[in-house]
């Protein structure tokens, strides 16, 4: 079995199976495969030897793979099965979306559909736990919709804001 | 209250959640006095809630509809058959109205007199009294600005930097640095937008910004027969968003003759406004030695731990003490430092993404413990922490012989914490212990620079993805194959596990 996990900018292929001994045979990219004893003494951690050094993990599913935490730190791996990736190619419309990844609550929209926005333009303001946080354009481009409006509620991933890219090379 | 007689406490209300209200309850159960919590509607599962002897609810998540009603919290006082009622910090805490409500019900107030907490509210007026009383205080406007042309004259006649802040403000929100005239109309509508909406004042002051500066702070006790003794300094310079993250105890770089000076003043300013209680004389610290007068704050804060660790005095049981009358038991001679003592304040939030609040659901808690170790908390296995409330979650707080060994210790503590569910600080408290800036001691309230930031999220050489990683693709493989019948009998398993061994070169299709 084949996963790609994303973690951050990096992009793992991870063989995985299970071995003889019980045990789990890892091999990462081009590395020379590991023998790795798992197990999983509370629900949500992992507890890796890895030859002989120890490593625990906590773990918590996400809807692209999981969240591990390691000695204090998240990791985000996005888990992606490459036989699978296939089938749900093509599904798109997730480009130029601006979404929230957390619930909060929207104080100031300083953008219209159509307005034309710079790389670090405000956006809007979100506020979530007494923090008011400003939402910046990641891309010079034009405001092709706003879904929300001042004074509304939205759940973590709720969709803000959809962004189109302004620039001369534009498939026409 | 100065001639009032001892009064016997018996049951404290707790006007308050969290860790604090955990922390409140545990000093008055170490009094023998009995405790009422109270809870809102997402809370009932709350630890205070069911530490406390009695707890009540108060109504829906937000505070304002809740831990901020004052007629609620006083309904609750009566029904309860509470004698007094400590607030914690944060919510009613520096609410004069609240205290003098809470008095003229008959009941013990555990904090400084109505009158202190009002002076001391105003960032405005506490700045005046205290340059009456002839502590120093930082450069700029007494008065709130309303008037942008005033503004621009201010600024320019003080000097850039400047800082913009709310009157009514603390915690940083409603705090702006300015560089230039160009910035500055937009900070100061930003500041009072935010002083508004966290404070409902949007009163703004202008004051100059002091070079190199670090945050100390004193702590103050006092009595109702007017004794003040201080308990030295707190160095709470490391801050997010001017919000502190990390605090030590003593403040290292502090030369004995500024302890003198500042500790001093700080009981100055306590008799300026006929203090009682624990309160926290707050001043910027400037690279060249001088230092001014910020605020002070008129309850516990939340860093107390941290003295409490250097000196031996438990300053919730010296509140819940002083309220019920009682002289100070211990002379300013008494009191010294012992060692060195660091906090973290574990927030809900993720460091690696411009500190932003990461509210959720925990599913594994596990503090850390061994010498030395302390972790005031109020969450567990299961909480979900609530996106209503300030996302701090526990403060770890770790006493050492010296500042190297408080250091070393605090860093295998945080290795020890283990949070799974949300993202945490964590992580980013063990990069702060490795800063060589920090381990020098050598840092000022603008430690965490966008280039940290930037350092932390390139996070380590890979190794800690990779294991992230394949940590991923087991649990992954776990999910997958439950739902199969027999375990990895089958397809592209099977090959492997006939092998027996693997084959360093060998590659598989995908």
Same mark, same amino acid.
């Given at each position: ?172 | ?17 969290? $860790?604090?209200?955990?922390? &409140? ?10 405790? &009422? ?81 009002? %002076? ?17 205080? &930082? ?8 008037? $942008? ?34 910035? =500055? ?61 990390? $605090? ?28 009682? @209680? ?8 400037? @690279? ?19 003295? $409490? ?10 509140? =819940? ?13 008494? =009191? ?11 927030? %809900? ?28 908390? @109020? ?5 979900? &922490? ?40 964590? @992580? ?22 966008? %280039?940290? =930031? ?57």
């Amino acid at each position: 079995m084949t996963y790609d996990v994303t973690v951050g900018e990096r992009v793992f292929s991870i063989r995985i199976d299970r071995d003889k001994a019980g045990g789990w045979a890892v091999q990462v990219d081009d590395a020379p495969p590991r023998h790795i004893d798992v197990r999983r003494p509370e629900p949500s951690v992992l507890s890796l030897l890895l030859g002989d050094r120890s490593v625990e993990a906590g773990l918590a599913p996400r809807d692209d793979g999981w969240e591990v935490d390691l000695l204090g730190r998240g990791y985000h791996c996005e888990v992606v099965d490459p036989r699978r990736a296939a089938l749900k190619l093509g599904g798109g419309a997730g480009e130029g979306a601006i979404k929230t990844s957390m619930p909060g609550l929207v104080v100031r929209v300083m953008v219209a559909e159509g307005d034309a926005v710079a790389e670090g333009d405000p956006l809007l303001v979100l506020e979530a736990m007494k923090m008011e946080n400003e939402i910046t354009a990641p891309i010079d481009g034009r405001i092709a919709a706003v879904h929300v409006s001042a004074g509304e509620s939205l759940e973590a991933g709720a969709k803000l804001i959809q962004i189109e890219p302004i620039d001369g090379d534009e498939e026409s | 209250m100065s001639t009032s007689p001892q009064r016997a406490l018996k049951r404290v209300l707790i006007a308050n959640r969290g $860790e604090i209200a955990v922390r &409140v309850i545990r000093a008055c159960q170490e009094l023998g006095l009995e405790t &009422v919590a109270v809870f809102s509607e997402v809370d009932r599962d709350a630890v205070h809630a069911r530490m406390a002897t009695y707890a009540f609810p108060i109504g829906p998540a937000p505070a304002s509809q809740s831990y901020l009603r004052m007629d609620k919290l006083l309904e609750v006082a009566e029904r309860s058959g509470a004698d007094a009622v400590h607030p914690g910090y944060g919510f009613m805490s520096e609410n004069a109205v609240f205290a003098q409500a809470v008095i003229d019900a008959g009941l013990t107030w555990v904090g400084p007199p109505p009158s202190a907490i009002e %002076a001391m509210g105003s960032k405005t007026r506490s700045r005046q009294i205290m340059q009456a009383a002839g502590v120093p205080v &930082v450069p700029g406007t007494v008065e709130a600005i309303s008037d $942008e042309a005033e503004l621009m004259r201010v600024a320019n006649e003080i000097g850039y930097p400047v800082m913009l802040k709310a009157a009514s403000g603390g915690g940083g929100k409603g705090m702006r640095r300015v560089e230039d005239d160009k910035s =500055l109309l937009r900070a100061y509508v930003a500041a009072r937008s935010e002083a508004a909406k966290a404070f409902g004042d949007d009163a703004v002051y202008l004051e100059k910004f002091v070079v190199r500066p670090r945050h100390v702070e004193v702590q103050i006790l006092a009595d109702a027969h007017g004794t003040v003794v201080h308990l030295f300094e707190r160095d709470c310079s490391i801050q997010r968003r001017h919000q502190k993250v990390l $605090e030590e105890a003593p403040c290292p770089v502090l030369p004995e003759e500024t302890r003198q000076a500042m500790t001093a003043v700080a009981i100055e300013a306590a008799r300026a406004v006929s203090y009682e @209680g624990a309160g926290t004389v707050e001043f910027l610290y400037g @690279g060249d030695g001088n230092f001014y007068f910020l605020e002070m704050n008129t309850r516990l804060q939340v860093e107390h731990p941290i003295t $409490e660790m250097i000196t031996g005095v438990d300053l919730a049981r010296a509140q =819940l003490r002083i309220a019920a009358g009682e002289p100070l038991w211990f002379s300013q001679e008494e =009191l010294s430092i012992t060692g060195h003592a660091i906090e973290c304040r574990v927030y %809900a939030e993720d460091p690696e993404n411009g500190f932003l609040p990461a509210p959720g659901t925990i599913t594994r808690y596990r503090e850390p413990t061994g010498p030395w170790v302390r972790v005031d908390s @109020g969450v567990y296995a299961g909480f979900t &922490v609530p996106l209503e409330y300030d996302p701090m979650i526990a403060k770890l707080v770790v006493w050492g012989r010296n500042r190297q060994e408080c250091i070393e210790r605090t860093d295998r503590a945080l290795r020890e914490y283990r949070v799974t569910g949300i993202r945490t600080s964590i @992580g980013f408290f063990r990069a702060v212990l490795a800063d060589p800036g920090f381990l020098a001691a050598d840092y000022t309230t603008a430690f965490i620079t966008p %280039a940290f =930031l930037d350092a932390l999220s390139a996070g380590d050489d890979g190794v800690e993805r990779e294991l992230a990683a394949i940590t991923a693709a087991i649990a992954q493989y776990e999910k997958d194959h439950k739902a199969a019948p027999a375990r990895s009998g089958g397809d592209d398993g099977s090959a492997w596990k006939r092998a027996g061994r693997w084959h360093g070169t060998h590659r598989y299709p995908r």
